[in-house]
C-alpha cells in the first residue's frame, strides 16, 4: 500500500502541482548601490555575478534584497529602456525584498526608478525546448573560451557552423525543413556583434534584434523551405583569434631565431 501511495503522490507532484521543481534566485542590492560612482549595484548569490543579469528557467522566482542604507525599486522596463508595467516593487526600504516569478521565457529588463543607472535583465528559457550547439568556432578559440549558442527551433541545426572572420560572416544549416515560422538564436558577443544583415536561403529578411554586453538575440522569420541562415556583422571571431596569435607568435619567434642563426653562420664564414 505504501508503495502505491508515495507513487500517487509523486506523480499528483508532477502533473497538478505547478513549477514543482521551480527554484529562487536571490540578487541582492549591496551597500552603497545608490552613489552612481559604486561601481557595484547588484549581487546575484548564486553566481557572484555583479551584473543585475542571472539566467533562470520558466516558472523559477527571482527575489531581490535590499541590502543598501538607501531605498530602492524594481521596476519592469522594455528593450528601450520604458517602463511597461509588467512589474513595479515601489520603493522599498533598507532589509525589505521583493519578489517576482516569471512563467514565459523571454528577456525582461528592469531599473531602479530612482536611480536609473542601476539596470539589470533576467533571461527567462524554456528549458525543455531550448537547444545548444557546443563548442563552436573551436579552431579560432583556446579550451578556456569554447564559445556555446543557445537556439529555439523544431529542428535541430548542423553542428557544422561556417565561419568567416575575414567578411564577418556565420552561417547555419536547418538538418531538416522546419515547421516553425521563426527560429530564435542567441549568439554571444564572443562570437558576433553589431548584426547588420541576415539572410535566409540567400535572401535578406526583416529580424528581431536585442543587444547587450553578453550576447545579441536574433529572431528570423523563415518557412518550410528554409535550409540556410547566413549573418554578418561589425565581428565574427577576430581574424587573428588567441590560437592564431599564439601560432603567429610562435611563427615570429622562430623567424627571428632562425635569422639570427644564419647571420651567425655568415659571420662565422666571412671571419
Known amino acids: 500500500m505504501k508503495p502505491l501511495f508515495f507513487i500517487s503522490a509523486f506523480l499528483l507532484t508532477v502533473f497538478l502541482v505547478p513549477n514543482a521543481f521551480a527554484e529562487t534566485f536571490e540578487i541582492k542590492i549591496p551597500p552603497g548601490a545608490s552613489d552612481t560612482n559604486s561601481g557595484i549595484f547588484w549581487h ?22 535590499n541590502t543598501d542604507n538607501a531605498f530602492h525599486s524594481i521596476v ?13 516593487s515601489s520603493l522599498f526600504s533598507p532589509g525589505k525584498t521583493f519578489k517576482y516569478t516569471f512563467n514565459e521565457a523571454g528577456d525582461y529588463y528592469y531599473y531602479c526608478d530612482i536611480h536609473p543607472f542601476m539596470k539589470g535583465i533576467v533571461h527567462v528559457e524554456d528549458r525543455e525546448s531550448l537547444k545548444l550547439l557546443s563548442n563552436v568556432a573551436s579552431e579560432y578559440t583556446s579550451e578556456s573560451s569554447l564559445i556555446d549558442i543557445k537556439y ?18 556565420i552561417s547555419f544549416s536547418l538538418e531538416e525543413f522546419s515547421n516553425d515560422s521563426e527560429v530564435v538564436l542567441i549568439l554571444p558577443t564572443s562570437l558576433i556583434k ?21 550576447f545579441s538575440k536574433v ?29 603567429m607568435l610562435f611563427s615570429f619567434i622562430f623567424i627571428v631565431l632562425f635569422s639570427v642563426k644564419g647571420k651567425l653562420r655568415l659571420n662565422g664564414l666571412s671571419q
Open 44 to 65: 546575484e548569490d548564486s553566481t557572484g555575478e555583479t551584473t543585475g543579469t542571472i539566467t533562470i528557467n520558466i516558472g523559477d522566482t527571482v527575489k531581490w534584497y
Open 76 to 88: 519592469s522596463i522594455s528593450y528601450d529602456f520604458e517602463e511597461d508595467g509588467l512589474f513595479n
Open 152 to 169: 529555439y527551433l523544431d529542428v535541430n541545426l548542423s553542428d557544422s557552423v561556417f565561419i568567416d572572420p575575414q567578411n564577418n560572416l
Open 194 to 214: 553589431s548584426i547588420q544583415t541576415v539572410l535566409v536561403n540567400d535572401e535578406i529578411v526583416d529580424y528581431i534584434l536585442e543587444e547587450n554586453l553578453e
Open 219 to 247: 529572431t528570423i522569420p523563415i518557412n518550410s523551405e528554409s535550409k540556410l541562415i547566413t549573418i554578418s556583422g561589425t565581428y565574427v571571431i577576430p581574424e587573428f583569434g588567441s590560437l592564431s596569435i599564439i601560432v
